[in-house]
């Protein structure tokens, strides 16, 4: 049995709870010798827009849409890149020998964001997926559903969900 392992981490670069995940991953789970790191964000594109309702020519319309669909996918990606100078950057002070290995993905889909996590972790053949909670309200959550419980239930590795800090 190979020691290596390969940890998905589920983050949405934008939402206030990313930079506490990732510092409870950096303290408490990762070792850098033996771990893969995915970092990793789903972005549903459910742009069912239709480029003639627009008021333009369908051509320029499809190309807007294909910009606009490519401008989110690079913000999304931009955002990502403290996260991984902050992994990079905790190793490097505490003189780890070992280099981080990180792989940052977006991946764009009409499927619910949900779906495209545990179809990532399964594809990737994940050893465990690591993913922030938001924490929401009970009727939040009765209404809105629970990503990470979801995740929780369909992913077909543990699932680790890092629960923000105490308010």
């Not at 771990?35 to 594109?45: E, N, P």
């Not at 889909?109 to 990532?120: A, F």
């Not at 209404?143 to 105490?166: E, W, Y």
Request: proline share 4%.
């Amino acid at each position: 049995m190979s020691n290596k392992r390969k940890v998905v981490i589920a983050l949405d670069p934008f939402s206030d709870e990313a930079s506490y995940t990732i510092d409870w991953i950096i303290d408490n789970f990762l070792k850098p010798e033996r771990d893969d790191i995915h970092l990793f964000s789903a972005l549903s594109l459910n742009l069912e827009l239709d480029p003639t309702e627009l008021g333009v020519n369908i051509n320029y319309g499809a190309k807007y849409v294909a910009d606009l669909e490519k401008e989110v996918e690079q913000k999304n990606t931009d955002a990502m890149i403290p996260f991984v100078n902050k992994l990079k950057a905790r190793y490097e002070c505490n003189n780890d020998l070992a280099e981080i290995k990180c792989k940052v993905e977006i991946i764009k889909s009409n499927l619910d964001p949900r779906n495209i996590v545990v179809d990532y972790t399964e594809k990737e053949k994940a050893d465990v997926l690591i993913m922030g909670s938001r924490d929401l309200s009970a009727w939040k959550r009765f209404f809105l559903g629970s990503f990470s419980d979801f995740c929780q239930q369909n992913a077909h590795c543990p699932v680790i969900i890092v629960k923000g800090p105490r308010k």
